[in-house]
């Protein structure tokens, strides 16, 4: 092979999501981390959110702890208040991201901030590496007007949150940026039949969540469900074709760090003893000290 030929990125295996719930009884579905050994290094979880019914979400995310990797939750529909034990106060408007790390230990809340009406988004789990698992924690709001957004010369569009969306035609980086992970987060939209394509380094890994209509991999015969991730096999390229009704899609990519992964719910370290570890800071107030 021609060390100059550029390789499409073709479909590993696609993971449906299940309905589940979390927090204080959110309904959501979950893709990433719906079971034990179902991650994609150094993604550890995405959950998609969706209901115009109240009782499916008003409950939210009371104070919780996490210690060891970052969260990601970004709004589409939708009005989310965080606050933290470093009297940190966030608020979530629909196309607003909050990219949190929580490092050596934080423990936040997550709630609505509405009564009625569609709350609509996603949050995504990335894991960190060993030597940066007991960073301080902090977090970044990001504003909806933050986040660049690119037309696409057949209609649609993408949203650009992390990373650098590099086509033949643009180049283009979000607010977030120089993680170890080097996670690349885009929202795309295409309309029916419309294509598109975009360059991911090679040796990251990435995937597809659709999470409307339905979608093909360029060149593939396999047709995405709503509410399906795809990931996808190394190469150079990933290239996409939205069906009849059209397509809505997050791409996200990072760097592996083929580490050791000890999870025990919302603490994700390298080994169990460090998780024990995690379990008696909590315990006793030092998680966060």
């Known amino acids: 092979m021609s060390t100059n030929e550029v390789v499409l990125r073709t479909l590993a295996r696609v993971i449906p999501a299940i309905n589940t719930s979390d927090g204080a009884g959110v309904r959501l579905r979950r893709s990433l981390g719906s079971g034990k050994d179902v991650r994609l290094d150094p993604f550890l ?10 009782g499916d979400y008003i409950a939210g995310f009371p104070a919780h702890p996490h210690r060891g990797f970052e969260t990601v939750t970004y709004i589409l529909d939708g009005h989310m208040r965080h606050e933290d034990h470093l009297g940190n106060q966030g608020d979530l408007q629909s196309g607003g991201v ?46 909806p007007e933050e986040i660049p957004v ?34 690349l987060y885009i929202d795309v939209q295409l309309p029916p039949g419309a294509s598109f394509s975009l360059r991911i380094t090679r040796g990251l890994n990435a995937m597809a969540y659709v999470f409307e209509g339905q979608l093909k991999l360029s060149g593939a015969d396999t047709l ?8 996808l096999n190394d190469g150079d390229v990933a290239a996409f074709t939205a069906a009849e009704q059209g397509a809505r ?3 996200l990519a990072g760097r592996p760090l ?24 909590y315990q006793t107030g030092r998680l966060t000290a």
Request: charged residues 20%; negative net charge; glycine residues 8%.
């Open 98 to 143: 909050q990219w949190m790390t929580a490092g050596r230990g934080i423990i936040h809340s997550e709630m609505p901030q509405q009564l009625e009406g569609r709350m609509r988004g996603f949050q995504l789990w990335i894991n960190l590496p060993a030597t940066e698992k007991m960073k301080p924690a902090g977090y970044r709001d990001i504003q």
């Open 45 to 54: 979880m995405l959950d998609e959110f969706s209901s115009d019914n109240p």
């Open 258 to 281: 083929n580490e050791p992964v000890a999870q025990y719910g919302p603490f994700v370290m390298n080994t169990m003893a460090e998780i024990e570890q995690a379990v008696r800071d």
């Open 249 to 251: 899609f997050l791409v």
């Open 150 to 183: 690119h037309a696409l010369p057949a209609g649609g569009q993408v949203k650009i949150i992390a990373g650098t969306l590099e086509t033949d035609d643009v180049k283009i980086t979000g607010p977030i940026a120089g993680l170890s992970t080097d996670p």
């Open 224 to 231: 995405l469900a709503t509410h399906s991730a795809a990931v």
